[in-house]
């Protein structure tokens, strides 16, 4: 497929999420040969060249690496969480709303009659920024209405991962955006020169080549931003990021660095893993982390992992953005979900939340499971019983700038 062209917007394929039962095949593994084709090509050569067979361990490496994994045939996909589940964690989280509803503020797109792209779609998005073309997906609800402001959500992959493999395989954001009327923004980090051409995001200190080249990830995600403004009718005191492992760091720095544009952030699985960060503005909180994490060690330390980065505390970040925002008293549990614990640290400016998963892993609580980890790091389970997706959706929901 030729990549769409900067500010040309491309239907990839029609589909909407909202029937999460349905069943589906992975979109990071392509199938390359049906076993019986892969049989009749063994048959014929059984000693593949050593080209070939570099080819086949470097798509083996990007496809673990990335997140991806094939769906057994007998596999469901990642569990959704129940209407009494989400009365739950809406009951919980509207502690944390803000005492009053803002007002919206309707992005330029706003004024345009035109509904320019249709809705209950993934739309591929690409633009020039800094002489490099950045690509994006984003998913708009069938409910969008031209006139009426949504709001919207960046999910940030992690480092080798690409927006196909989250969108699809990890947060399973769009069916909870069709449900409830918001955009979303699934951008790809910039990929190395080398042969596995790993995605990775400039998180400052963290991680791999975008950080190594000291790529503009904040600029580029800025200008997607306001180009999909000009575009589509925009609520611009909603905007909000949330990401997995190097994502998770990524959305850190945008609260840092963008704060007059960004309400809220929801990282997952990585603290905020540099510095400085001088926000001028609050920006709203949800941290989740698995407490026997092995890539991004909750009390901080070298993770099992390919970056081989001495990650700090994870508080230190966390406590970073009490003192921004103006955080003080107690903490206060808020929701006791599964292997789930999330707490309110202190009566705030805007709110500051931890999630703390008993004995998770490195992966998206609620989705599906991780890749195979081929540094064999031990400790941390994934959790299938702690909703991710619909808690960070809720704690969004209720935070405006």
């Known amino acids: 497929m030729v990549a769409p062209s900067p500010g040309y917007w491309h239907t990839e394929r029609v589909r909407t999420d909202s029937d999460p039962t349905r069943r589906r095949i992975s979109p990071c593994v392509r199938p390359l040969a049906t076993r019986s084709q892969t049989r009749n090509v063994m048959s014929r050569s059984a000693s593949p060249s050593p080209r070939t067979a570099a080819l086949l361990v470097v798509l083996l490496v990007v496809t673990l690496l990335s997140g991806c994994r094939a769906l057994r045939s007998d596999e469901e996909p990642a569990p959704v969480s129940q209407p009494e589940t989400r009365e739950r964690i809406d009951a919980a989280f509207s502690d944390v709303d803000a005492p009053q509803a803002a007002p919206e503020v309707a992005s330029t797109g706003c004024a345009s009659d035109a509904s320019p792209h249709a809705g209950g779609i993934s739309h591929a998005r690409a633009i020039l920024h800094d002489r490099l073309e950045r690509t994006a997906r984003v998913f708009i609800p069938s409910t969008y209405t031209p006139g009426e402001p949504m709001p919207v959500v960046f999910v940030l992959h992690g480092g080798f991962g690409s927006g196909e493999q989250i969108e699809e395989r990890s947060a399973e954001f769009n069916p909870i955006a069709e449900r409830e009327g918001f955009i979303v923004i699934y951008p790809d980090g910039v990929a190395s020169d080398g042969l596995l051409k790993a995605r990775t995001w400039n998180g400052g200190d963290c991680c791999g080549y975008a950080s190594e080249a000291n790529i503009d990830d904040v600029g580029f995600l800025m200008a997607l931003l306001d180009e999909l403004e000009a575009e589509l009718c925009v609520d611009?005191?909603?905007v909000y990021s949330t990401?997995?492992?190097?994502?998770?760091?990524?959305?850190?720095?945008?609260?840092?660095?963008?704060s007059d544009r960004i309400a809220a952030i929801a990282p997952v699985a990585a603290p905020q893993a540099f510095e400085p960060c001088e926000p001028t503005h609050p920006v709203a909180l949800l941290h989740i982390h698995g407490t026997d994490d092995p890539n991004a060690p909750y009390e901080g330390g070298e993770g099992c992992g390919f970056s081989n980065f001495a990650f700090p505390p994870t508080m230190e970040g966390v406590e970073l953005w009490r003192d921004a925002n103006l955080c003080e008293g107690p903490s206060a549990d808020l929701l006791d979900l599964g292997d789930g614990l999330c707490q309110t640290l202190?009566?705030?400016e805007r709110p500051v939340v931890r999630c703390l998963i008993e004995g998770g892993g490195h992966s998206w609580p609620g989705g599906y499971p991780p890749a195979i980890n081929l540094r064999r790091c031990e400790?941390?389970?994934?959790?299938?019983?702690f909703a991710a997706s619909e808690v960070i959706w809720r704690f969004f929901r209720g935070q405006a700038r």
């Open 243 to 258: 990401g997995m492992s190097n994502g998770a760091i990524m959305s850190y720095r945008l609260a840092c660095e963008a």
């Open 346 to 348: 202190g009566s705030c």
């Open 236 to 238: 611009t005191a909603r």
């Open 379 to 385: 400790g941390g389970q994934h959790s299938t019983d």
